[in-house]
């Protein structure tokens, strides 16, 4: 009788030892993602995100890898951006979306989806991305609407390095289109839901 409690005993303390090496892995891997909190205060992601909602910013998402289109991340905002009227940070030509932001960033926060990367053409219509010349298919955007911020037909070629970032909203979206892409080291991290 003695060797079956012996056994039983040696069973439980080796399940006892696997729940705890599990546990302090789990906790290791969670050491290593940093993230913060993030309050949505703009109604330019809906239908994905909606104004009130509360998501965690993964800081370290891009620490050893690149976004990926479909990716919503927080950006610092170029200085382009934050004004009354967005500001492109070359001249354009008509029908052309933003190739170039401000040089400068702002503290401000901005929450978008990349949908295009470093060396991409872009163009929209009726508030869809055409990325190098083939249309994407995003149910995830809300109709366009009409405005002018609709239709952008002439491709322009991403810079290396940079990422061009949409609202979901593409109707009411101030965003790339308009202020240009924005540098990997602009990103802050990948939004979480």
Not at 39 to 62: C, E, F, K, N, W
């Amino acid at each position: 009788m003695g060797g079956v409690a012996n056994r039983s005993a040696l069973r439980n303390l080796l399940l006892l030892l696997a729940i705890a090496a599990t546990a302090a892995l789990l906790l290791i891997e969670l050491g290593h993602v940093q993230s913060e909190r993030l309050h949505i205060t703009s109604s330019s992601m809906q239908p994905t995100l909606r104004v009130g909602q509360i998501l965690r910013l993964d800081t370290s998402a891009y620490s050893s890898s690149l976004p990926q289109i479909g990716d919503i991340v927080a950006i610092r905002a170029p200085a382009g951006a934050t004004g009354d009227s967005p500001v492109c940070g070359v001249a354009r030509p008509g029908g052309e979306v933003c190739p170039q932001a401000t040089p400068e960033r702002t503290s401000q926060i901005f929450v978008k989806r990349v949908v295009a990367g470093p060396g991409d053409t872009i163009a929209v219509l009726d508030g869809k991305v055409v990325r190098n010349g083939t249309p994407q298919n995003e149910p995830f955007a809300a109709p366009c609407g009409g405005s002018q911020e609709c239709n952008f037909p002439v491709p322009a070629q991403l810079p290396s390095g940079e990422w061009f970032l949409l609202g979901d909203d593409r109707g009411a979206s101030d965003d790339s289109r308009n202020w240009g892409p924005v540098p990997t080291s602009w990103i802050l991290g990948k939004v979480v839901k």
